[in-house]
């Protein structure tokens, strides 16, 4: 019997924020952006995170297990706010992760994980996870999370951890 290895697919993008008061001139934050994507690649190298495709303005990483997704989002939140009181750069890092299932043949038919993950990437320096990784979750971490009341129910998105992200 072939059980299906389950996969947590994230992605992380970085954004001006909207909140950001129009400047008279184009700044150009690409430079931030860049130091941010590295610290990103460097904590889901810590949580054992595979890089499946790095964007622009952000990076798709996959993680073996939905508690290491969710630790490592936390400490890129942490680790990217450091970096945006420095540079005082107004940027964002916006987080979505969606569990699916590990292709196992080049045959295999390809799923829409990834394309969940970054839909559900809509909160300003926040995580969004969906039901599927929350199901998956330990108890202690399914304490931290809550319902996000404005998503259609049929995708059970989930937000939270601020206990987490306080350090």
Same mark, same amino acid.
């Not at 697919?9 to 001139?25: C, G, N, V, Y």
């Not at 630790?71 to 107004?90: F, I, W």
């Not at 994980?113 to 199901?135: K, Y």
């Given at each position: ?25 184009? !700044? #150009? ?16 190298? !810590? ?19 939905? %508690? ?14 450091? *970096?945006? %009181? ?6 964002? *890092? ?29 909160? #300003? #320096? ?36 601020? %206990?987490?992200?306080?350090?």
């Amino acid at each position: 019997m072939n059980i299906a290895r389950k996969k947590y697919q994230m992605h992380a993008e970085l954004l001006e924020t909207s909140t950001a008061s129009i400047e008279p001139e184009t !700044v #150009d934050h690409s430079q931030t952006i860049e130091r941010g994507l590295h610290r990103i690649e460097r904590i889901s190298a !810590v949580y054992l995170g595979q890089i499946a495709k790095r964007l622009e303005n952000g990076l798709q990483i996959t993680f073996d297990t939905s %508690e290491a997704a969710v630790l490592s989002a936390c400490e890129m939140q942490r680790r990217c706010a450091a *970096l945006r %009181e420095v540079t005082h750069d107004p940027l964002t *890092l916006r987080i979505g992760i969606h569990q699916g299932v590990m292709l196992e043949r080049a045959k295999d038919p390809a799923d829409s994980t990834i394309e969940i993950a970054s839909l559900l990437a809509i909160t #300003d #320096d926040g995580i969004v996870i969906s039901g599927a990784v929350v199901a998956s979750l330990k108890r202690e971490f399914k304490k931290l999370v809550h319902p996000i009341k404005d998503f259609p129910p049929e995708v059970s998105a989930h937000t939270g951890f601020p %206990e987490m992200l306080d350090g």
